[in-house]
Structure formats: C-alpha cells, structure tokens
C-alpha cells in the first residue's frame, strides 16, 4: 500500500470512529509500527493545515480525533438553526396512508385499523401540515375527522387523492396476514 492510501485509511477510520483513537489501534489497523503510523498522521495533520481546509486532526493524550476547526463554529450554528427536513417514520407513513386512503376519518378508525394508540402520530402529521382537521363526526362524542391537505399533495407529486396509486385486493389481502402476524406475534411476548 502507498503512503497516500495510507493516510486515506487513517481519514476513513477517525471520520467514522467519530471520537478519539489510540495511535496503537490506528498502527494495527494499518498492520505497521506505532512510530510509521505517527508519521503518517503527522503528514496528513500538516496537509489539512497547508490546505487551509476546514477539518483537523488533533491529539488528545496519545490518542487521534478529527474535529472542525474552531473557526468553522459560526457556519456549524447558523446550519444547525435552520429548520430541518422532516423526517416520515414507518409509523407516520402508516398513519398517513389510513388518513389518505379513508378520509374523512377519525383517530378512533385509525386507531382500529393500526392497533395502537395514533395521537401522537396525528398531532405529528397536522404540525407537519400534511394532515388537517376537517371537522366534526355528527356522532356521539362529535369526533374531529381528519384528512389530507395541500402540502400533502405538493409533497407526493399529485394533484387530487383520486392520483393516489390503487392497491390489488392481492396486495391489501397480503397486507392483512401481516398486521394478523404481527399482532399474534406480540400477544405471545
């Protein structure tokens, strides 16, 4: 191996380690002494430095760890207020499905039809306005229904529910063994 695969090395493992590193464990890794090993993170140190780039190596007791550099701390924090992506877990996207597929419906029809308490999966999906409150089952209790809104739409490229892609009877069939499956599967736990 050459020098610079070396050092391409020494970059993968403390990028991905995330925290500091033993220069023994970096010199195993490597398969060469602990004195080579130092050398090579010397020369790569000096290489970030002359590069004037915005990451580093430093030494913390014997030990390596890549870090930014203290004067990229103002662009971290203004990247780190800006507001995130929203991430939709499985259960979000299963809610959501319920909701787009049925609605109008209520949190007691999702809750039936998913198994397990959906309030925060709603609330979730309304602060992400993917979701609304439409208003009020003329029932015993006058339910909020819910459905979907415009973001929703926006979001998965369609331009009414009626775009929404339909399910084979095989596949909604096959959909049902599994919610059984799994909820037999936890009645045995």
């Known amino acids: 191996m050459e020098t610079t695969n070396y050092e391409a090395v020494v970059e993968a493992i403390l990028f991905t380690m995330g925290e500091s590193v033993e220069l023994e464990r970096i010199a195993k890794a490597l398969e060469l002494e602990t004195a080579q090993t130092k050398e090579i993170i010397t020369r790569l140190q000096e290489k970030y430095q002359q590069e004037n780039r915005g990451i580093q190596i430093i030494e913390l007791d014997g030990a390596y760890q890549m870090c930014t550099k203290n004067e990229m701390y103002e662009y971290l924090i203004r990247i780190a207020k800006q507001p995130r992506k929203r991430v939709l877990t499985d259960v979000l996207l299963e809610t959501l499905s319920i909701i787009a597929y049925k609605q109008p419906i209520t949190k007691a029809e999702i809750e039936k039809i998913r198994g397990v308490s959906s309030d925060h999966a709603v609330n979730k999906l309304v602060e992400y306005d993917l979701v609304m409150e ?56």
Not at 151 to 172: A, C, K, T
């Open 134 to 189: 439409l208003g009020r089952l003329d029932a015993p209790g006058r339910p909020m229904l819910f459905g979907t809104t415009e973001e929703f739409l926006r979001s998965f490229g369609v331009q009414s529910i009626e775009e929404l892609p339909m399910l084979n009877p095989e596949q909604v069939e096959e959909f049902k063994q599994q919610a059984e499956e799994e909820v037999q599967m936890k009645l045995q736990v």
